[in-house]
């Protein structure tokens, strides 16, 4: 199936939820496809390959919307700033101060989500659940526009209970956004209450 195609299957399923096309890795015409076909927000995993692809690409089509949806390091926080529209993974409490500073350097108030570690695994990043609390108060304080959560479940996990524990610590937390579902289970992040679903070769197909 073409990447238009795919994309219209999965609006059909998606409802309200914002599709982020995740382009990391992308041949450049599997990304004009998108484009062609609509697709207006996608998601990047690195700022530098972000930054090649898009420059050219955001003065053609100016309704772009990028998230970073990777991990960024703090000495990238700048040129992040200055290019995404969303940053996805917020994980650590130099994190948001140094975003936060950029961004009011920059005049520019990005929403943010919080990566919640719902599986408690040590080489993931992300804060842990009973954290949450303290970690959104730091942020906030700091002036943080943070509008969502996100997770990564654990590849050997049931993604359905991560899902669930995402919705039930948001909903403690008044937080709307929820940022959850990959290809391979985002129907499930739907039924769930996902805002955001991160989809790669559900749009793409599979990398040659």
């Not at 509008?147 to 937390?173: R, S, W, Y």
Request: charged fraction near 25%; aromatic fraction near 6%.
């Amino acid at each position: 199936m073409s990447v238009a195609e795919n994309l219209k299957k999965i609006k059909a399923v998606a409802g309200s939820a914002t599709i982020v096309a995740v382009s990391k890795m992308q041949p450049d015409e599997k990304i004009d496809e998108a484009l062609e076909a609509g697709q207006r927000v996608f998601g990047e995993n690195r700022v530098q390959e972000a930054q090649k692809r898009w420059a050219g690409r955001r003065e053609k089509f100016p309704d772009l919307e990028l998230h970073l949806v990777g991990p960024l390091q703090s000495n990238k926080t700048k040129e992040a700033v200055a290019l995404f529209d969303v940053i996805q993974s917020v994980d650590r409490e130099k994190l948001a101060m140094t975003l936060a500073d950029e961004m009011k350097k920059q005049g520019r108030d990005l929403p943010c989500f919080i990566q919640v570690n719902t599986g408690a695994e040590e080489q993931k990043a992300g804060i842990a659940p009973e954290a949450l609390p303290e970690f959104l108060k730091f942020c906030k304080a700091y002036g943080l526009n943070v509008t969502g959560l996100m997770c990564i479940p654990p590849v050997d996990d049931p993604p359905a209970l991560h899902f669930a524990l995402l919705k039930k610590i948001a909903a403690e937390n008044n937080l709307n956004g929820l940022s959850m579902g990959m290809s391979g289970d985002f129907e499930k992040a739907l039924k769930l209450g996902a805002t955001h679903i991160r989809l790669g070769t559900a749009i793409f197909g599979e990398r040659s």
